[in-house]
């Protein structure tokens, strides 16, 4: 984690989830020197974290909360975000008045909306806050950050997560956060699966594919997906990256919400669908550049 790190007074901070993407996050917010207590389902997890990192294992999502300023979560789904927040375990229970949770798993607007109103309720504050940018951003400490919720809490909240982010920016009320990753989710998907038919095609045509994508890349069809996946997808690498199985949760997510707001989808649709495909293929853990794999076997 050899990145810069903006000078602010230490804080006294939780975590909640060591997984793929809230393990570095929450080595980065400890060597920024913020003072770190975690809390994982696995406690083995959590102690290796604490080892690593000089920072605190609690017991419980209550115990990790109790004197800290901010609270920062990255579960699974929904119902992983109510286990850690709500019930007398819960953080929420371990909060100090006015404090802030924040929660950067990819969940429903929806649950946003739920806690948020807890959160209140409790006189604490909830932002939504989900993130872009995969393993390697969070890692690297530069992940984009998409937030819902008031503006005093994001005000408070925003210099501590400067410190995985390369960007954090607050979209709108509760709920906003969320529905700006499934934006960028959808715009992920078209662009993988347009990727994915232009390098089955040229291949097919008998084009020097890596060549091609180095001179396409320079034009209008240049994306992060092309520079960051084009290769890799050539030579039929996808044991790496964002698992499929992921972003079929995060696209259901997608197809949910806009039966609620009215809007079409389908593109995404259709590619959530092939993202099916390639679980049974067995590729629920490959990167979802994977979706090349389907076309060649077609061809």
């Given at each position: 984690?050899?990145r ?7 804080q ?33 997890r959590?102690?290796?974290w604490?080892?690593?990192?000089h920072?605190?294992?609690a017991?419980t ?20 975000l109510?286990?850690v ?5 819960g ?7 006015d404090?802030v ?18 959160a ?12 872009s940018?995969?393993q390697?951003?969070?890692q690297?400490g ?11 809490a994001?005000?408070r ?8 982010s390369?960007?954090c ?6 709920g906003?956060?969320?529905l700006a ?30 060549q ?15 520079d ?13 990256g964002f698992a ?6 995060d ?34 853990r ?8 389907r076309?060649?076997k077609?061809?």
């Open positions: 984690m050899s810069t790190y903006e000078p602010i007074a230490a006294n901070v939780a975590f909640l989830g060591l997984g793929t993407m809230g393990g570095p996050m929450a080595g980065h917010l400890a060597a920024a020197g913020h003072h770190v207590t975690v809390y994982n389902r696995t406690t083995a959590a102690q290796v604490a080892d690593q990192h920072g605190k294992v017991e999502p209550r115990e990790a909360a109790k004197g800290a300023a901010i609270i920062f979560a990255c579960v699974g789904n929904d119902d992983d109510r286990s927040t709500l019930g007398p375990d953080a929420f229970a371990g909060m100090s008045t404090a949770f924040v929660d950067h798993t990819t969940a429903s607007a929806a649950v946003a909306r739920e806690l948020a109103a807890a209140t309720a409790h006189h604490l504050h909830f932002i939504d806050a989900p993130v940018g995969g390697a951003g969070a690297n530069m992940l984009t950050v998409m937030c819902g919720g008031e503006q005093i994001f005000d909240i925003h210099p501590v997560a400067m410190a995985f390369r960007a920016t607050r979209l709108g009320p509760s906003a956060g969320q990753k499934m934006v960028n989710q959808i715009c992920i998907a078209g662009l993988v699966q347009a990727l994915s038919e232009g390098v089955a095609f040229g291949q097919a045509a008998g084009l020097d594919m890596k091609v994508l180095e001179v396409i890349g320079k034009g209008a069809a240049q994306s992060w997906q092309m960051n996946r084009g290769h890799t997808m050539v030579d039929d690498k996808f044991d790496f499929v199985e992921w972003m079929r949760k696209l259901g997510l997608c197809l949910d919400e806009s039966k609620r707001n009215g809007a079409h989808l389908p593109t995404t649709a259709l590619i959530d669908q092939f993202y099916g495909d390639v679980i049974a293929m067995g590729g629920a490959w990167d979802t550049s994977s979706l090349v794999r076309l060649r077609a061809h």
